[in-house]
DNA sequence: GCTTGCGTTCGAGCGCGCTCGAAGTCCTAG
DNA sequence: CTAGGACTTCGAGCGCGCTCGAACGCAAGC
C-alpha cells in the first residue's frame, strides 16, 4: 500500500535526526501520484480497508465525501489525507468515539487546537504503552522459540506447561 | 539463569523507566515471593485482569485450577506461570481460539513440540508486525504534535483537516 | 433490451472477549 | 443469630468495529 510505503520511508529518513525529520515526512506524506479524486474502491484500496468500512466512517461523522452525478462517493485529496491520518489513528488503537471527538474538534476551528494537542500527546503515550507491552510479549515469545528451537534441553518441560 | 539475562536486557532495551515496565517484567519473570497458592482475587491482581476474566480463561479450557474444601479456586505456581504467559499472548493479539489449539498442543505432549513452534515463530513475526505499525503510527502522530506544538506555521492550517 | 458491474442506503448481524448479575454456598465477626 | 463478604455456577448481555445483505440505480457493452 502506497500509504505504508511513504511513511516506511519516512522512518528511514528519520534514524537519529529530529527536526529535520519532519520536513521529510511532510514532503512523503503528500499523496503525489495519486489521482485528483478516486472511487470508494479504489480508496479502500489504497487505505488497505473496505469500502464498507469506508462508508461506516463516513457514516460516523468521520469525514465529508462529494458525490458524483451519480451519487457515486468521489475521495479528492482532502479526503484522502483525512482517511490515511484516521486509518493510522485506528491502527494504533485509538477507538471511533475519541476520532469523532477530534474530528469535532477540527471542525469546531482553531481554537481547539489546545484540546487536540492534548489528545495527541496522551495518545502518543498510550501508542508507546503498547510499543512497550509488545516488545515484552516479543522477548517472552522469543525466549519460548530459543527454548524450543534450540538444544531440547530439559527446560523445555518445565516451561511446556506454563511460561 | 537464562531467564534473568533475557530479561535483564529485555530492560535494558526497554530504557528501564518507568513503573510499569518493571512491574510488567516482574510478571514476566518468575513468580519469587509469590505464595504457594492463591485466590482467584489474588490471581486478578498479579495478572493485571478480572477474577471473571480468569474464570473465562479456565471455562474456555486454557487452564486448570485446583479447588479448596470449599470448591474455592485455587491458583497454584502452574497455573499462574501459565496465566501469565497467556495473558502475555492475549496482550500482543494472539486470539482465544489459538491460545486454545497451542493449550491443546501442549497437553497432547512432546510430539506437538515442532507445531508449537510454528505457532510462536508466526506469532512473534505478528508481534513485530505491530511494533512496525505503531511505530509508524507514533512518528505520524509525533509530527503532529510537532506541528500544533511548534511555533504555529503556515502548515497547522493544511494538515489540520486531514493529515 | 438485457446483463454485468459498480455503486447507493439502510438496518440488521456478527465475532470477539470479556462482563455482569442472579442465586446459591460457605466462613467469620459482631 | 445475623450480617457481610468472598467465593461458586450459569447463562445472558454488552461494547466495539465493522460486515453483510437486501433492494435499488445507473451506465456501458453485447
Redesign the pocket.
Known amino acids: 500500500m502506497a500509504t505504508e510505503h511513504l511513511m516506511t520511508r519516512a522512518l528511514e529518513t528519520l534514524g537519529a535526526d529530529g527536526p529535520l525529520s519532519v520536513e521529510a515526512i511532510h514532503r512523503l506524506t503528500d499523496l503525489a501520484g495519486v489521482p485528483e479524486s478516486m472511487?470508494?474502491?479504489?480508496a479502500a484500496d489504497l487505505l488497505d480497508?473496505?469500502?464498507?468500512?469506508l462508508?461506516?466512517y463516513e457514516r460516523a461523522g468521520l469525514v465529508e465525501v462529494a458525490r458524483d452525478?451519480?451519487?457515486?462517493?468521489l475521495y479528492d485529496a482532502g479526503a484522502v489525507r483525512r482517511l490515511v491520518f484516521l486509518t493510522r489513528m485506528?491502527l494504533s488503537g485509538m477507538?471511533?468515539?475519541d476520532l469523532q471527538h477530534y474530528i469535532a474538534l477540527v471542525d469546531a476551528g482553531e481554537c481547539t487546537v489546545h484540546e487536540r494537542l492534548d489528545m495527541l500527546l496522551e495518545h502518543r503515550d498510550i501508542i508507546r504503552r503498547q510499543i512497550r507491552e509488545l516488545t515484552l510479549s516479543l522477548t517472552a515469545v522469543e525466549y519460548k522459540i530459543a527454548t524450543y528451537g534450540g538444544a531440547t534441553g530439559p527446560d523445555v518441560q518445565d516451561l511446556d506447561a506454563g511460561a
Chains 1, 2 share one sequence.
Open positions: 472511487t470508494i474502491a479504489e480497508t473496505s469500502p464498507h468500512a462508508r461506516y452525478t451519480n451519487g457515486h462517493r485506528r477507538p471511533i468515539r
